[in-house]
C-alpha cells in the first residue's frame, strides 16, 4: 500500500491484523515503582498482569513523545503517506505530540503527506477503524478520501465497555477504597462507553454479573439494529474463556458479518482491570 498506517499503544490489534494491515505501532509508555517499560517492547502481557499483583499497584501512563513520533514517521518512505490512528485526545497527550511530530516532519520535509487521526475511542476500537480505513485503501481510496472516510467513521463508533472489578481505578486512585468495597459487597458492575467527545462515562451501576452482562449485550441494538454488513471487536482483560463465551452470545443475537477477539494491551488493562472487556463496532448511519 502507498499509504502507511500507524497508532500507538492505546490500540488493542489482534496479531494477525498487524501483519495484514503491515501496522506500525508507536509504544506508549508505563512507570511501575520499579522502573519505566515500552507497551509491547520492554513489558509484555504476562509480565504486566504479574506486576500488578505483585507490587499491588498500578502503573502511571505517559504518552510517546514528539521525538518518538518523529522517529517513527521518518522512518517510512518519503513517497508513501501517513495515517496516524491516535487514542482520543481526551485520554492522553498522544495526539498533540503526534501532531507536533508531524508538524516537525513537515517543516524539513513539506511534500510529506501526514494525517493524524483523533478516534475519540481506545482498545479494539481503534482496531475496527483501522481495518474499516484499510479495505477502503484496498478498495482504491486516495489518501484524502482515506482520511475522510476515518473522520468520519470516528463519528459513528460505538465503544461500549463492563468492568468485573473496581481493583485497578481503586489502586490507581480513580475510585476512593470505600467506593471500591461497597462495589465488592454489593456485587456492583460498572457498564462505561466511549462519550461523543472521546472522554470515558459510566453509563449504568447494575448489581449482579449475569444482569450487567446481559445489559451490555442488550445496548448494542440500541446503537446497531442492521449488523449483518458490521464488524465488532472484543478486548478483553485476561479472561479469554469468559469473552469467548460473552462474544457467542453476541454473536447469537446479532448477525455481525466478522467478529475479532483479542486481549487487552496494558494500557488499557491498566484502567480496566481483571476481566474487563471492551467492544466496538459501527452505529447504524442516521
Known amino acids: 500500500m502507498q499509504i502507511q498506517l500507524m497508532t500507538d499503544g492505546g490500540a488493542d490489534v489482534p496479531q494477525h491484523l498487524i501483519e495484514k494491515l503491515e501496522l506500525e505501532i508507536v509504544p506508549l509508555y508505563l512507570h511501575f515503582s520499579d522502573g519505566e517499560y515500552k507497551t509491547g517492547v520492554t513489558l509484555n502481557l504476562n509480565d504486566f498482569h504479574k506486576k500488578v499483583k505483585d507490587l499491588n499497584e498500578v502503573p502511571q501512563s505517559a504518552a510517546p513523545s514528539p521525538n518518538d513520533f518523529y522517529e517513527a514517521f521518518k522512518k517510512v518512505p518519503k513517497d508513501r503517506s501517513i495515517m496516524m490512528f491516535s487514542i482520543s485526545k481526551e485520554l492522553s497527550s498522544t495526539y498533540q505530540n503526534a501532531v507536533a511530530a508531524k508538524e516537525m516532519i513537515l517543516e524539513e520535509e513539506p511534500e510529506r503527506k501526514i494525517a493524524v487521526i483523533n478516534t475519540k475511542t481506545a482498545s479494539g476500537a481503534i482496531a475496527l477503524l483501522l481495518y474499516d480505513v484499510y479495505l477502503k485503501i484496498k478498495s482504491g481510496y486516495t489518501f484524502e478520501e482515506a482520511v475522510n472516510h476515518a473522520e468520519e467513521r470516528v463519528e459513528s463508533t460505538a465503544t461500549l465497555f463492563v468492568l468485573q472489578t473496581l481493583d485497578n481505578l481503586v489502586r490507581g486512585g480513580r475510585v476512593s477504597k470505600v467506593t471500591g468495597k461497597i462495589a465488592k459487597t454489593l456485587n456492583i458492575k460498572l457498564l462505561m462507553r466511549a462519550s461523543d467527545e472521546g472522554t470515558i462515562e459510566v453509563t449504568e451501576k447494575i448489581r449482579g454479573e449475569k444482569k450487567a452482562l446481559r445489559r451490555f449485550i442488550d445496548q448494542i441494538g440500541e446503537y446497531a439494529k442492521n449488523t449483518e454488513s458490521k464488524h465488532l471487536y472484543m478486548?478483553?482483560?485476561?479472561?479469554?474463556?469468559?469473552?469467548?463465551?460473552?462474544?457467542?452470545?453476541?454473536?447469537?443475537?446479532?448477525?455481525?458479518?466478522?467478529t475479532f477477539l483479542t486481549e487487552m494491551g496494558p494500557l488499557i488493562a491498566t484502567h480496566g482491570g481483571e476481566g474487563a472487556i471492551v467492544i466496538a463496532f459501527f452505529k447504524d448511519r442516521k
Open 235 to 258: 478486548t478483553h482483560c485476561n479472561d479469554e474463556s469468559r469473552a469467548k463465551k460473552l462474544l457467542n452470545e453476541i454473536k447469537s443475537k446479532y448477525p455481525f458479518k466478522e
